[in-house]
């Protein structure tokens, strides 16, 4: 069965360069979640994304933005990378979105690994 | 405080062993996730459940939506099972998104 694809799966950029990370959900999947998981650290929701629009945000820094596009697979851009923006970058995708009243289970992506120099 | 907390953040076991971990949590959710994560990082679901028992071979879960608590149980562990277990708070409604504990780290020594 298909899964969720992250790419790339390890990034390495210099301080203050910009970076995007894609997220390919499962096909049919209508949400897309992006989290944040830093060394050593729980993951933290970013922000996510429901029939292209965003639906809720969570500890995403200005620097940052995402979007989903109409094949539903969506980007998190990256700019003015701080050396504390190194982290394990995860993409989730879900069957349907917010506002729902049932709680839809997640599937996760393999991550993409930034590592800021 | 954490809205999820898990008991406790590190496990050692011997194989063959019954392990149990624990996840409480503050609000009210529509459901909890069990995830494992491998060292390299790829989280895969285990379970997703809002209410009573799931069993997946030697896997169970279980959750007291009263008391807001959890535990995952695995049994016959084996050193395989070595991994971070994460339970994450659904909270569905407006937002599906996962509040994550504090991860339990076992290693299950043969």
């Known amino acids: 069965a298909a899964g969720v694809i992250q790419s790339p799966r390890h990034l390495i950029k210099e301080k203050r360069e910009t970076a995007t990370l894609k997220c390919y959900p499962i096909p049919r999947h209508d949400t897309v979640y992006w989290y944040q998981q830093g060394p050593g650290q729980d993951p933290q929701f970013l922000i996510s994304f429901y029939e292209k629009m965003q639906s809720d945000k969570g500890s995403i820094p200005d620097r940052f933005s995402a979007q989903q596009f109409s094949d539903y697979h969506s980007e998190l851009n990256m700019s003015s990378l701080e050396l504390g923006d190194s982290a394990l970058y995860f993409c989730?995708?879900?069957?349907?979105?917010?506002?729902?009243?049932?709680?839809?289970?997640?599937?996760f992506g393999p991550g993409t690994r930034l590592t800021v120099t | 405080k954490n809205e999820v907390e898990q008991s406790p953040q590190n496990l050692t076991a011997q194989e063959g062993e019954f392990i149990t971990i624990n996840c409480s949590y503050s609000v009210g959710i529509s459901a909890l996730h069990w995830l494992q994560q491998h060292p390299g990082g790829g989280i895969v679901s285990l379970f997703m459940?809002?209410?009573g028992k799931k069993k997946h071979g030697r896997l169970i879960a279980t959750i007291n939506i009263q008391e807001k608590h959890s535990s995952l149980h695995i049994t016959a562990s084996h050193p395989r099972d070595s991994a971070v277990y994460i339970c994450?708070?659904?909270?569905?409604?407006?937002?599906?998104?996962?509040?994550f504990g504090t991860g339990t780290l076992l290693a299950v020594q043969p």
């Open positions: 459940l809002s209410s």
């Open positions: 989730a995708s879900s069957l349907a979105g917010p506002g729902q009243g049932f709680a839809y289970e997640q599937y």
């Open positions: 994450a708070a659904h909270y569905g409604g407006a937002t599906n998104k996962l509040i």
